[in-house]
C-alpha cells in the first residue's frame, strides 16, 4: 500500500514542551490500527468506533490537567481531520479505558468533557481513509497542560481547543502513532 502523500508532523510546528509517555493495551505505537478502533460510521468492516485504553506517566510538574486527541494528518483535507478530543481531564487522572471516547460520553473520567470530531459528534470516530488513498497516520496524542480548565464548551472546534492550548502553554506531550489504509 502506497505511503499517504503527506510527510510532515504538524506538532513539530507547535513550540516544543517536554516528552512523557503513553502506552495502551489496544493499540500499539507504530503498528496498524485494529478492527474496534476503525470507523463503523464510516462503514469501515469490523469498525467499531472503539476508543482505546491510554495510560500515561511522568506528566510534567505543573500539570493541573490533560487533554487527549486523534488527529490524522493523512486526510485529503487542507487541515487534516479530528477523530478524537477530550479535554479538561483532571491532573490525578492518568488513564482512559477502552471506550472512555463513547459517543455518549458514559465513560467519561468526572470532570472530562469531549467537543465534537471532523465527523460531526461528540467522541471517538475509528480510521477511515479513502480507499487507494495509503495508510495514514492517526496521532493520539496527551498533552499536559498548566490550567485546570480551558475557556471553552463542547461547541468549540478541536481547532479552537488547541489554539486555547498553545494559549495556557502545553508543558508536555506524550505520543502513540497507529496506521490504517485501504
Not at 507547535?14 to 485494529?34: E, K, Q, W
Not at 487542507?78 to 460520553?105: E, K, R
Given at each position: 500500500?502506497?505511503?499517504?502523500?503527506?510527510?510532515?508532523?504538524?506538532?513539530?510546528?507547535?513550540?516544543?514542551?517536554?516528552?512523557?509517555?503513553?502506552?495502551?493495551?489496544?493499540?500499539?505505537?507504530g503498528a496498524t490500527m485494529p478492527g474496534p478502533q476503525l470507523s463503523k460510521a464510516f462503514g469501515v468492516e469490523g469498525g467499531e468506533d472503539l476508543s482505546p485504553s491510554?495510560?500515561?506517566?511522568?506528566?510534567?510538574?505543573?500539570?493541573?490537567?490533560?487533554?487527549?486527541?486523534?488527529?490524522?494528518?493523512?486526510?485529503?483535507?487542507?487541515?487534516?481531520?479530528?477523530?478524537?478530543?477530550?479535554?479538561?481531564?483532571?491532573?490525578?487522572?492518568?488513564?482512559?479505558?477502552?471506550?472512555?471516547?463513547?459517543?455518549?460520553?458514559?465513560?467519561?473520567?468526572?470532570?472530562?468533557?469531549?467537543?465534537?470530531?471532523?465527523?460531526?459528534?461528540?467522541?471517538?470516530?475509528?480510521?477511515?481513509?479513502?480507499?487507494?488513498?495509503?495508510?495514514?497516520?492517526?496521532?493520539?496524542?496527551?498533552?499536559?497542560?498548566?490550567?485546570?480548565?480551558?475557556?471553552?464548551?463542547?461547541?468549540?472546534?478541536?481547532?479552537?481547543?488547541?489554539?486555547?492550548?498553545?494559549?495556557?502553554?502545553?508543558?508536555?506531550?506524550?505520543?502513540?502513532?497507529?496506521?490504517?489504509?485501504?
Amino acid at each position: 500500500m502506497p505511503d499517504a502523500p503527506f510527510s510532515y508532523n504538524t506538532y513539530d510546528s507547535l513550540p516544543s514542551a517536554a516528552s512523557f509517555t503513553v502506552t495502551s493495551t489496544d493499540i500499539a505505537d507504530g503498528a496498524t490500527m485494529p478492527g474496534p478502533q476503525l470507523s463503523k460510521a464510516f462503514g469501515v468492516e469490523g469498525g467499531e468506533d472503539l476508543s482505546p485504553s491510554l495510560t500515561w506517566e511522568g506528566a510534567p510538574e505543573g500539570t493541573k490537567s490533560f487533554v487527549v486527541t486523534c488527529y490524522d494528518p493523512d486526510a485529503p483535507t487542507v487541515s487534516g481531520f479530528w477523530h478524537w478530543v477530550m479535554y479538561d481531564i483532571p491532573a490525578h487522572v492518568t488513564s482512559l479505558q477502552t471506550g472512555a471516547g463513547n459517543a455518549d460520553g458514559s465513560n467519561l473520567p468526572e470532570g472530562a468533557k469531549m467537543l465534537k470530531n471532523d465527523a460531526g459528534f461528540s467522541g471517538f470516530v475509528g480510521s477511515a481513509p479513502p480507499p487507494g488513498h495509503g495508510a495514514h497516520r492517526y496521532i493520539f496524542c496527551v498533552s499536559a497542560l498548566p490550567v485546570e480548565n480551558l475557556p471553552i464548551d463542547e461547541n468549540a472546534s478541536p481547532s479552537v481547543c488547541n489554539f486555547y492550548m498553545f494559549g495556557a502553554g502545553v508543558l508536555g506531550r506524550a505520543f502513540l502513532t497507529t496506521t490504517f489504509g485501504r
